[in-house]
């Protein structure tokens, strides 16, 4: 199993930046994949960002592209998802997610975290 935590939300302006932090402990080796996730009230949870182990493969939803960053630490068992230019439609519960795959796809993800708000003030 892997156990995921993430933290570093929070309340910020449009155009701020935040750093989302999720630490993984357990049989990360195993599903080593991350991927961050977000749900905004009244929607379903969707895609943000996805890194491999080497942090060689990124891939990001369309919608936040060149704006957010995921990156890792294995020495540290912690991805970040660096969020600058926030928009108020960023607002979200940020999940991470860990999966054997480097996918998009929600359903190839197997241990999630309890979640961090982001709420971005106009």
């Known amino acids: 199993q892997v156990q995921l935590v993430e933290s570093g939300g929070g309340l910020v302006q449009a155009g701020g930046s935040l750093r989302l932090s999720c630490a993984a402990s357990g049989q990360t080796f195993s599903y080593s994949v991350r991927g961050w996730f977000r749900q905004a009230p009244g929607k379903e949870r969707e895609f943000v960002a996805t890194?491999?182990?080497?942090?060689?493969?990124?891939y990001y939803a369309d919608s936040v592209k060149g704006r957010f960053t995921i990156s890792r630490d294995n020495a540290k068992n912690t991805v970040y998802l660096q969020m600058n230019s926030l928009k108020p439609e960023d607002t979200a519960v940020y999940y991470c997610?860990?999966?054997?795959?480097?996918?998009?796809?929600?359903?190839?993800?197997?241990?999630w975290g309890q979640g961090t708000q982001v709420t971005v003030s106009s």
């Open positions: 890194i491999n182990w080497s942090g060689g493969s990124t």
């Open positions: 997610a860990a999966s054997r795959l480097v996918t998009m796809r929600e359903n190839e993800y197997v241990y």
